[in-house]
């Protein structure tokens, strides 16, 4: 069996691309075991998040053509753009790249903390799915292990930075008094609720919180004493912001050139600030061309995020090291996986010599009672348990300390075991694309 990633981030495409991914899973997972003439997929993880989308997955061959088409089919991205941003890993590649995202070392903002919940989040997906069996089940489970130790044992995470941290101190840029402004929240989610805590610790008092639905944006004004209301008293709201900050998980536009527009001209030198941190995007990008209107994206907001990194960027040796001990886990689970099948039929053969050895000499010793039959055969097993206990103590001890292959080729050359070794998922090639 092989593990296998494919997937695009922050660092391979831009948000505009990102975004037409969002939402990826929901349908990915019904559909992997359904493409016509496609390599079976017999285990699937789908990680989504707005800075990155891979699907992590187990097939008995490469499966890149398989996991590209699902992606081609569920999207509005063409085979070209595909080709342009996606990343491709097998064996443990994938481990090593699926450790360093949920330490936080593979994230926009280094060390953050929400990467941590996400790949949890589409472990336990998986799993109410039924997509994800043993070897994904055992590398997601090591690391969110890892992930929870880099978190407790190092200071990665410390001097918090997140992107509603920065998009708090990007708009204290503009308005350095956050006591006096009126600040707009267009959705009423978990980033926006990070945004009005990092809001709030800077001083803002005035805040107005729109959702969908009057009870949602509820729900978060009133644990922060601000106001509510729908997305259809935008319009009428924006005359009076002096901030906008957007992380909806609308699949279009919610604001306009012409709707800030219209709201500009009441408020002719006014400026008003919009952050805009939804995948897909909440804002037009023509918003950003009008007078006096300052527009961030999430793309953005990445050339802001150096205050507070130097610290953590000094623990990365120590995130390496209990990598690395994790790394090594998994590895040994593999190694693991190719030494159990070989002992079996190894097993197997001595057992089927075993028994026509020992029918052979029953048959030829005539009339023996059922006492001494039974004590020949005891003999004989013990016989076999005993030659073969010490070459089995060896091959998982060479499996622990990664070394065990050549031991499983030479047994099967010297015994002459007819069953194919299974592929090993350490094994495997990387292609990267161009950046």
């Known amino acids: 069996m092989q593990i296998q990633c494919i ?17 990826l899973e929901h349908r990915l997972h019904e559909q992997a075991s359904e493409l016509p003439g496609a390599t079976p997929l017999s285990e699937t993880v789908v990680l989504s998040t707005c800075n990155r989308v891979e699907i992590y997955a187990v097939s008995d061959e490469p499966a890149f053509e398989t996991l590209e088409q699902l992606i081609q089919q569920n999207s509005a991205i063409g085979q070209e753009e595909v080709e342009r941003s996606m990343y491709t890993l097998t064996g443990l590649q994938v481990a090593s790249h699926l450790l360093r995202v949920s330490a936080g070392l593979d994230s926009m903002v280094l060390g953050e903390p929400q990467i941590l919940g996400q790949v949890t989040d589409a472990y336990e997906k998986a799993l109410s799915a039924g997509t994800v069996g043993k070897i994904l089940s055992r590398l997601f489970q090591i690391s969110i292990h890892a992930g929870k130790r880099v978190r407790t044992e190092t200071q990665i995470g410390r001097h918090a930075t997140s992107i509603p941290a920065v998009a708090a101190r990007l708009i204290s840029r503009y308005f350095p008094d956050l006591s006096d402004i009126r600040i707009v929240l267009l959705g009423a989610g978990e980033m926006a609720d990070l945004a009005v805590s990092a809001l709030r610790k800077r001083g803002a008092r005035h ?149 026509d050895e020992l029918e052979k000499t029953l048959r030829g010793m005539g009339d023996i009672s059922e006492e001494q039959g039974e004590r020949i055969r005891s003999l004989t097993h ?54």
């Open 7 to 23: 997937g695009l981030s922050h660092k391979t495409a831009e948000v505009s691309l990102r975004e037409k991914l969002s939402n």
């Open 207 to 355: 805040l107005h919180v729109m959702s969908r639905t009057l009870a949602s944006a509820c729900k978060l004004a009133d644990r922060w004493q601000g106001e509510a209301s729908t997305y259809d008293a935008l319009s009428g709201v924006l005359g009076e912001a002096s901030v906008l900050i957007t992380s909806s998980s609308a699949p279009h536009y919610l604001v306009h050139t012409e709707m800030v527009s219209n709201a500009m001209c009441s408020r002719p030198e006014q400026p008003l600030v919009i952050i805009d941190i939804a995948v897909p995007r909440d804002v037009e990008p023509g918003v950003g061309q009008l007078p006096h209107v300052h527009l961030y994206d999430i793309d953005a907001l990445n050339q802001d995020l150096d205050e507070g990194l130097e610290s953590r960027r000094g623990e990365i040796p120590g995130v390496e090291v209990i990598l690395a001990q994790e790394y090594a886990t998994f590895k040994r689970y593999l190694d693991s996986l190719a030494v159990v099948p070989v002992i079996v039929e190894l097993r197997e053969y001595t057992e089927a010599i075993r028994r």
């Open 382 to 435: 013990t016989i076999v348990n005993k030659v073969l206990h010490q070459p089995t103590v060896n091959l998982h001890e060479a499996s622990q300390n990664n070394d065990a292959g050549p031991y499983v080729e030479t047994i099967r050359e010297l015994f002459g075991l007819n069953g194919e070794p299974e592929s090993d998922p350490s094994k495997g090639r990387e292609k990267t694309c161009p950046r």
